[in-house]
């Protein structure tokens, strides 16, 4: 299977190299038109990791590739440094325009990221056809001809044979990232920013990378159409040249690298042959994308894809769509996990959660609230609506702040920590909105949830996963084990959204256990799910927690599944807890029962 | 010295008039939708265009285009956001931005298409003789496009905050599901935005006309400005949006007069990425009540 995959990764840089040789046998104009298609589709590949993964608009992609244009001749022309080093630096420099670009951008979405590129496209163009000492103004400066070790990049075939391989070289680059963990992780991040919060992905982390890698291969290709276009003027790089490179992965389609070559290179292609009409092709290109947005939202990879079949393997079942039949690799037993070291009913204290404070406004969510969690134990948290047990939740995994109280974990105080720290901890949680990594397959959520996710470490395993190495088969094996636990291993490569609710949650343990926590925290589990579902699910939790030595903290609105799947019980009322002890016990409790139904104490 | 300073502070205040009316369309579009609208400064260039159809072309007298165009080209916004915006009701803010960017970009080629020239000059509306207050010349086309502008975004304010139509913008902006429970449609308040943000757009382009020229740049150029302007006032007040405006326009004219033209134009990228870094919700931010 790894073959294959490592395959899949090949064939976009076998496919660009299959360019370059097709045009070497064609009339030199023809190279021409190749070798500047060859540089839009990287550029288009580019724009897949930040605009198709990431979901970041960029209207400057114009000005970062005269950053990397104008770096690169300005080193051979003023400071004499051969073209492959000034290359570097252009990718350098273009990787620099992107980092500073995401400061602001990142900390929002959507709109304002797209005007915070806008606005800085503008600005550098103005820049540097006001900095005329350095740029030569808007006349331009001359792009000398390369020199690459004594090859002196002079004709047609020349300049297509160096575009060529250099693009390939980039586009393989990317297509392994896009395709590995950091791609799916960044879908992951666009996705959901809780759950991926929740699985150790540093969402403004991962837009800075995607940010940081897509222009430092804009700004390389840049630097790679220069010598071609010989003559650099700020104008060739404007915001409308900016905004139709933002069409290229619109149109070609966002989520794989095919979608960045088709548009990337179809959409420089074309005007080539709509010479005639030239006048009408801004229009026309205008307008097609906003017939591609309204009407097909998957580009052309999608339109081919459905004509064809299954040409275009789809990107969402690359790490699965592969794999042989399931069964055969799948242990018969679970993988190895922590040694079960305290016996069941250990007393010893996991969660220690004591005096937690939290008031909205006036509102004192919160009081001195304190619960433990033993280890292995399962703790049911119940109370009527609007007693708090949704703000402790969240102060426990970290997505709100206490103001008072403190949360030990194992020794560790959890106060303080990013929600994002926890994984590493051992603790892992499920949603009351079932939030899986809706367009990753199955395999690809429970990957995620292995909490190996900082940007650094799924670059590199992206890289693995591109030869096959043996992390990445451990991590495939370690995630369909995960699947084969909650009864899902014939779903692995299917994506996520197309599960039943029921299977959304049980794929959500999945990816909570594959990790070997030591505590779960799940959020109102069973909410939505059908009475059967419901004692399904609380058997495979029992069986789960008993056979991994996962203790649990269970929020839960559905008291007879509570009483029957926790050890131990706390039932919170306005902010505090108010009864604690065993399930069926507390749940008689007239004050318990008050606090549901408002009987009176007496009856 | 001073009659410098004050030179330069009138014309900054003149650009900075203009930018409040621009500002002021994207945020009544941003304040009902939730969505920056792109193709706003295409708007703005239709404005623009149309003046000087009106004005040089047909020679009809000058009032008319202050009259008609704002209608014209807000009900060219309403008939676009029906027939694009409203199809893509259910799509995420990306998808919706990307089609407004397209639709700028369509706008202005048509322009093009239509006028194929660098750059159309309008005639000022007024030629007269220049106010000289303490050695300070203000020209009659300065006043009236200060007070026109002004005049305009003053109304505006006052028709969001006390009209019914405000009401429902401002309903529908803090919750889509709870206006439509109170008797709003959500198509209905969206068309009226965004013919709305088309009218100030238009008016915009017609003050901006004489000053700029029609191009295709202009539309870029009034959509940076307008947004910039907007973040200051922190993008959901209308007074944000105007007062954002008027000092984005004194900061350029300053920055122009006193260091260098180009530093005119990096000024504006410095303010938008300093206020979303350390001040997102704008430099004049509205009072908000505390509630229990």
Not at chain 1, 230 to 251: C, H, K, T, W
Not at chain 1, 368 to 374: K, L, Y
Not at chain 2, 104 to 125: C, H, K, Q, S, W
Request: aromatic share 8%.
């Amino acid at each position: 299977m790894f073959k294959r995959f490592a395959f899949g990764g090949v064939a976009p840089f076998v496919a660009v190299l299959l360019c370059t040789v097709l045009g070497l046998a064609l009339e030199n104009y023809l190279k021409y038109v190749i070798a500047i298609a060859l540089v839009s589709m990287l550029i288009g590949v580019a724009l897949v990791v930040l605009v198709g993964l990431a979901r970041c608009i960029t209207l400057a992609s114009g000005a970062v590739m005269a950053i990397g244009a104008y770096t690169s001749t300005l080193l051979m022309t003023r400071v004499g440094i051969p073209y492959l080093i000034g290359l570097v630096c252009a990718a350098a420099t273009g990787a620099l325009a992107g980092w500073l670009i995401a400061l602001p951008g990142t900390r929002f979405r959507g709109h304002n990221l797209a005007m915070v590129t806008l606005v800085f496209q503008a600005v550098a163009i103005i820049l540097l056809r006001e900095a005329k000492w350095l740029t030569g103004g808007a006349e331009g400066i001359h792009v000398p001809q390369p020199v690459i070790f004594g090859w002196r990049v002079a004709n047609d075939a020349d300049f297509l044979l160096l575009i060529g391989l250099l693009s390939a070289v980039a586009i393989l680059l990317l297509s392994i990232l896009v395709r590995g963990p950091f791609g799916k992780n960044l879908q992951a991040a666009s996705g959901n920013e809780i759950a991926a919060e929740a699985f150790g992905i540093s969402v403004p982390a991962y837009l800075r990378a995607a940010f940081v890698i897509s222009s430092m291969a804009v700004g390389f290709s840049g630097a790679l159409a220069a010598p071609r276009i010989r003559i650099l003027d700020p104008e060739s790089f404007g915001v409308l040249p900016s905004i139709f490179m933002l069409a290229y992965p619109i149109v070609g389609g966002m989520q794989s690298v095919w979608g960045g070559l088709l548009g990337g290179g179809g959409l420089r292609i074309l005007p080539e042959f709509l010479r005639p009409v030239a006048d009408f092709q801004e229009l026309f290109f205008a307008s097609l994308v906003i017939a591609v947005v309204m009407f097909f939202p998957g580009g052309m990879v999608e339109l081919l894809r459905r004509s064809t079949g299954r040409l275009f393997s789809r990107t969402n079942k690359q790490l699965a769509g592969e794999a042989p039949p399931l069964p055969a690799i799948i242990p018969a037993e679970p993988i190895a996990h922590v040694a079960p070291t305290m016996p069941a009913n250990s007393s010893e204290v996991l969660l220690r959660v004591e005096g937690i404070d939290r008031h909205f406004g006036a509102l004192h969510a919160v009081n001195a609230a304190s619960i433990t969690v033993p280890v292995g134990g399962i703790h049911g948290l119940i109370g009527p609506n609007g007693a708090g047990k949704t703000s402790l939740f969240n102060i426990i995994s970290g997505f709100l702040e206490a103001e008072q109280g403190d949360i030990d974990f194992a020794g560790t105080s959890l106060l303080d920590r990013p929600a994002r720290d926890r994984i590493a901890l051992g603790i892992t949680r499920t949603f009351q909105h079932v939030a899986v990594f809706g367009q990753l397959s199955c395999l690809e959520n429970v990957i995620i949830g292995r909490g190996r996710n900082a940007v650094v470490d799924s670059i590199k395993q992206s890289f693995d996963h591109f030869v096959g190495g043996r992390a990445a088969e451990a991590a495939i094996r370690e995630a369909l084990a995960a699947l084969d636990a909650v009864g899902l291993a014939d779903q692995a490569s299917k994506p996520a959204s197309s599960l039943s609710l029921g299977n959304q949650r049980r794929l959500e343990l999945a990816r909570a256990i594959v990790s070997n926590p030591r505590l779960i925290l799940l959020d109102e589990p069973v909410s939505g799910l059908a009475s059967d579902e419901v004692e399904e699910l609380r058997q495979l939790l029992s069986r789960t927690s008993a056979e991994r030595q996962i203790a649990m903290l269970v929020v839960e609105h559905n008291i007879p599944f509570v009483a029957k799947l926790c050890r131990t019980l706390s039932v919170m009322g306005s902010g505090a807890i108010v009864a604690e002890g065993n399930p069926k016990e507390v749940i008689t409790r007239p004050g318990v029962r008050q606090l549901y139904f408002g009987e009176q104490t007496a009856a | 010295m001073l009659v410098e300073l004050g030179l330069v502070l009138i014309a900054g205040l003149k650009f900075g008039a203009i930018y409040a009316l621009a500002a002021l369309g994207l945020v009544v579009v941003h304040k009902a939708t939730k969505t920056v609208n792109f193709a706003h400064g295409a708007f703005a260039m239709l404005g623009a265009f149309a003046s000087f159809l009106i004005v040089v072309q047909w020679e009809w007298p000058y009032w008319t285009a202050y009259l008609l165009i704002p209608i014209t080209i807000g009900a060219v916004a309403a008939l676009l956001e029906f027939v694009i915006l409203r199809p893509l009701r259910r799509a995420d803010m990306f998808t919706v931005v990307i089609a407004t960017v397209f639709l700028g970009i369509a706008l202005g080629e048509a322009f093009r298409l239509t006028y194929n020239t660098e750059l159309l000059a309008v005639p000022g509306m007024f030629a007269g003789s220049p106010f000289v207050y303490w050695g300070v010349i203000i020209t009659q086309e300065t006043l009236w496009v200060i007070a026109g502008a002004l005049v305009t975004a003053v109304g505006c304010v006052i028709v969001f905050r006390y009209g019914k139509l405000g009401r429902g913008m401002r309903a529908m902006a803090a919750s889509v599901r709870g206006a439509q429970i109170c008797g709003y449609s959500v198509d209905q308040v969206y068309m009226v935005a965004w013919c709305l943000g088309g009218a100030l757009a238009g008016l915009a382009g017609v003050f901006v006309a004489p000053i700029a020229g029609v191009s295709v740049e202009l539309s870029i150029a009034v959509i940076t400005a307008g947004f910039v302007a907007g973040v200051l006032g922190g993008f959901d007040s209308l007074k944000g949006a105007i007062l954002g405006g008027l000092l984005l326009g004194v900061i350029e004219s300053l920055a122009a007069a006193y260091i260098s033209s180009a530093m005119k134009n990096c000024v504006s990228f410095f303010l938008l990425f300093f206020v979303l870094m350390w001040r997102p919700e704008g430099l004049f931010p509205e009072k908000v009540a505390r509630r229990v």
